[in-house]
């Protein structure tokens, strides 16, 4: 069974960046397109962007362009979210999401069936 | 792109039937999927495509979908159904390869 496991809880500075893996283990990785969803304190679920690994493509929600970067490395099975200029409004828990079915297969996306752990990112001065 | 909106919070006694609704342009086009979250841990899949249950999701969770709202019914609700519920879908405007959630609604079982 597949597992995505995150990294570990950061504390960031306004202004800095921040960068978490997902790393998957037990299953097929490449070809599917993964998902970044984050969930601030008390609120609800925000799409921002996914990749592709087996392609390298990524594509970002409007509210992030240009300051989140979605990367994946094939050969470790490992996608990354990059955010950088953060402000305290970016305190949430991020999460990696796995859809039902391979890139190519429209129909089992956007069910993510299979998710990390989530990783707990602190914006603070 | 996209909303999806839900009602804040439902409630129901327990073994009854409640459904929650999600409503949305995007939902004229693509179907929902329903997300159950309880506190401290990652959503998990309960509802997706026309009406279909992952492995291991009981069959008192069911989905439909008429015009712009999607909805998930819990037939026989059980204590440990209260959670937060989250529906998505593919965005419908723009960028179709992106993803929206609705707000989430907070199912408390009396």
Redesign the interface.
Known sequence: QVQLVQSGAEVKKPGSSVKVSCKASGGTFSSYAI?W?RQAPGQ????MG?IIPILGIA?Y???FQGRVTITADKSTSTAYMELSSLRSEDTAVY?C?RP?TYYYDS???????I????TMVTVSS | ?SELTQDPAVSVALGQTVRITCQGDSLRSYYA?W?Q?KPGQ????VI??KNNR?SGIPDRFSGSSSGNTASLTITGAQAEDEADY?C???DSS??H????????TKLTVL
């Open positions: 998902s969803v609800g679920l925000e799409w996914r594509n929600a409007q509210k999460y999401a039902l129909s089992g996306y956007p069910n993510f069936d998710w990390g752990q989530g | 792109s999927s997300y979250q990652a959503p998990v899949l997706y495509g992952p989250y998505n879908s593919r723009g960028n390869l992106g993803v929206v959630f609705g707000g989430g």
